[in-house]
């Protein structure tokens, strides 16, 4: 079983739904990411918490929301898709060591498609 | 400036050459340099960390120059299974408002056979 599991892992949905991927993690790590991927861009941030009583913006965190509901759970929430969100989205986590060794482990991805 | 930029590529070599990637980076007091590897559909690993010294590992050979704000890797000897997107990161900081990991757009590498 993988590490960081992500689900759903692929999504249809219309503009204007509520849309909620959810990230758990067996690493037992503090710090967790999540992350979106558009063709020919980098990875953007959207959200991090550094302990589940810490949340923190990203570069692109307009639109989205999430909860870090425990240590090895956090969620992303979309209140109103929109087309332009469209991507690939990667849940990331890493030990509180990262400020150091700067590994992220990712999930396997859930692509959104919003029509 | 864009913060971290990388050689557009793609890159399409024949097994057994050598190939190097570039990166360059915009803010000077950036900490943390890395090297992350993603195969096609799949999630980004990383593949090596940067250290001013340079450093290898087998194959791969990255290094770093801090006065030009540059780093660099070094493939020798291509495999099919290098194959992938090649994404340089950045780090500023290490908690809280002012930590920041930063990707680059990635460059494709293809390995033919």
């Known amino acids: 079983d993988a590490d960081v599991t992500q689900t759903p892992r692929n999504r249809i949905t219309k503009t204007g739904k509520r849309i909620m991927l959810e990230c758990s993690q067996t690493?037992?790590?503090?710090?967790m990411y999540w992350y979106r991927q558009d063709p020919g861009l980098g990875l953007q941030l959207i959200y991090y918490?550094?302990?589940?009583?810490?949340?923190n913006k990203g570069e692109i965190s307009d639109g989205y929301s999430v909860s870090r509901q425990a240590q090895a759970k956090f969620s992303l929430s979309l209140e109103s898709a929109i087309p332009n969100q469209t991507a690939l989205y990667f849940c990331?986590?890493?030990?509180?060591?990262?400020?150091?060794?700067?590994?992220?482990?990712f999930g396997e991805g859930s692509r959104l498609t919003v029509l | 400036r864009k913060e971290v930029e990388q050689d557009p590529g793609p890159f399409n070599v024949p097994e057994g050459a050598t190939v190097a990637f570039n990166c360059t980076y915009s803010?000077?007091?950036?900490?943390?340099f890395f090297w992350y590897r993603q195969d096609c559909r799949k999630e980004p690993k990383l593949l090596m960390s940067?250290?001013?010294s340079g450093n290898e590992d087998g194959r791969f050979t990255a290094q770093l120059n801090r006065a030009s704000q540059y780093i660099s890797l070094l493939i020798r000897d291509s495999k099919l299974s290098d194959s992938a997107t090649y994404l340089c990161?950045?780090?500023?900081?290490?908690?809280?408002?002012?930590?920041?990991?930063?990707f680059g757009k990635g460059t494709l590498l293809t390995v033919n056979p």
């Open positions: 990161v950045v780090k500023q900081g290490s908690g809280g408002s002012n930590y920041k990991l930063t």
């Open positions: 803010n000077s007091a950036s900490q943390s």
């Open positions: 940067v250290y001013s």
């Open positions: 690493k037992g790590h503090d710090r």
């Open positions: 918490s550094f302990d589940v009583k810490d949340i």
């Open positions: 990331a986590t890493s030990d509180i060591g990262q400020g150091v060794s700067g590994e992220l482990f």
